[in-house]
């Protein structure tokens, strides 16, 4: 064998190392939509706010059952465009779209995400509605760094960003939702267009 | 020269074994199928590279049952780890070498 081989050889080791261990098909372009949604949703929010006569907001009044609606909304459509985007680029690389790495990224992603979610459910029962911003924000970034580890790099750096603003919407507490629409909307627009040019267009 | 020669190891000597080495190396355990998939190879094939590395010592072979479907799964022993890295040791310093 000449050194070309082994070369070839160390090239392979590599390629197979990564390969069984990441799901590289993650779709840049689903990201941006999804932060697109997310906008709307908070501008759809802003505005019901806004136009609502309350004072008070609680569970059972009808401007809390339509911004849970606007949510639900934005997280099923982001959650569809994500799966088509997917496996239409997985097509394209020839990855499998369930396979051993794809399996392990979304149950350490979902594990952290459904913590923080029913932990948010359970603090609005209780009347903490100001935490539900910062919860929302911290745990998908907890979700999105431990999912990081079986997938494209920059998914880590998202997860540290939202992490951050979920932090600092603790003390800027009046700015919930802009910090909603930051996170949820303009990270994952940046995010995502940062992935798309990285990767999906080669 | 002569020693580095000695430590490439003829069992990874294949791209078939090499292939089923890397992946185990990096993962607690891979089942039949995954590592068909990632290797491209047939269930034949795969099977007699994995047997030839099981008898050296260098993976351990797990039958079990998923409900009723049998599952075979596969994992890289101590030794197996050992030798794999001396290996790749071996073909970086071959590398330099050059």
């Not at chain 1, 997985?90 to 794809?102: F, H, I």
Request: hydrophobic residues 45%; aromatic residues 12%.
């Amino acid at each position: 064998m000449d050194t070309n081989n082994y070369l070839q050889d160390l090239k392979d080791i590599k390629d197979l190392m990564n390969k069984s261990t990441q799901f590289i098909s993650l779709s840049g372009l689903s990201g941006v939509l999804a932060g697109t949604y997310a906008l709307i949703g908070a501008f759809v929010a802003h505005y019901l706010i806004r136009t609502n006569t309350d004072i008070y907001v609680s569970v059972n009044s009808s401007l809390f059952q339509q911004l849970v609606l606007v949510a639900l909304a934005v997280l099923f459509l982001s959650l569809i465009t994500a799966y088509i985007f997917t496996v239409n680029k997985a097509k394209k690389t020839g990855e499998k779209v369930w396979n051993a790495a794809s399996k392990r990224l979304l149950i350490n992603f979902f594990i952290p995400l459904v913590t923080g979610g029913i932990l948010t459910l359970l603090l609005f029962a209780k009347g903490y509605y100001d935490l539900l911003v910062p919860t929302t924000l911290i745990f998908y970034g907890m979700a999105c760094l431990n999912a990081s580890k079986y997938t494209l790099r920059d998914v880590r750096y998202l997860g540290i960003t939202e992490i951050i603003l979920g932090l600092l919407s603790v003390v800027f507490s009046n700015y919930g939702l802009y910090f909603w629409a930051l996170g949820f909307g303009i990270c994952h627009i940046l995010y995502g267009t940062v992935m798309h040019y990285k990767y999906d267009r080669k | 020269m002569k020693s580095l020669i000695e430590n490439i190891n003829k069992a990874f000597d294949h791209r078939i074994r090499l292939g089923i080495m890397s992946i185990l190396m990096v993962n607690e355990y891979a089942d039949f199928t995954t590592l068909k998939e990632l290797l491209g190879v047939t269930d034949g094939n795969l099977a007699s590279h994995a047997k030839a590395l099981e008898s050296e010592n260098y993976i351990a072979i797990e039958k079990q049952f998923i409900g009723k479907k049998p599952n075979t799964r596969y994992n890289a022993t101590q030794e197996g780890r050992k030798a794999f890295q001396e290996h790749i040791d071996a073909l970086e310093k071959l590398i330099q070498k050059h």
